[in-house]
């Protein structure tokens, strides 16, 4: 059993057991979070939001806050002897699907 979940303006194709990154959340860490904007739940019985199915939840354990890989950004103007460099790691919410809820 399969579920999508909405969470902050991203999708996530979540399973039972599954560790993923979500964006940075308020919540410390070993508590629960709850998703409720399910588009879809797959399995034997698949069902079909319009646009969430009603009733549907996913929930989730915090396990740590992570931080994503560096990306560096580079701005060049040829000519004009200008350059800049900056770096940026996103920071994310590592979390545990514990059960999907239909």
């Given amino acids: 059993m399969y579920a999508i979940?909405?969470?902050g303006g991203h999708q996530y194709r979540v399973e039972p057991g599954q560790v993923c990154e979500v964006q940075l959340k308020d919540t410390p860490v070993g508590e629960?979070?709850?998703f409720s904007q399910v588009s879809f739940i797959g399995g034997d019985n698949p069902q079909i939001g319009q646009p969430y199915v009603?009733?549907?939840s996913v929930s989730a354990t915090v396990l740590?806050?992570?931080?994503?890989?560096k990306l560096v950004v580079r701005h060049f103007r040829?000519?004009?002897d200008s350059r800049t460099k900056a770096?940026?790691?996103?920071k994310y919410t590592q979390i545990?699907?514990?059960?999907?809820?239909?």
């Fill in 5 to 7: 979940v909405h969470d």
């Fill in 96 to 102: 545990r699907i514990d059960s999907i809820d239909a």
């Fill in 78 to 80: 040829r000519r004009k």
């Fill in 32 to 34: 629960s979070l709850t």
């Fill in 87 to 90: 770096g940026h790691r996103q």
């Fill in 64 to 69: 740590a806050e992570t931080r994503g890989k």
């Fill in 54 to 56: 009603s009733g549907a």
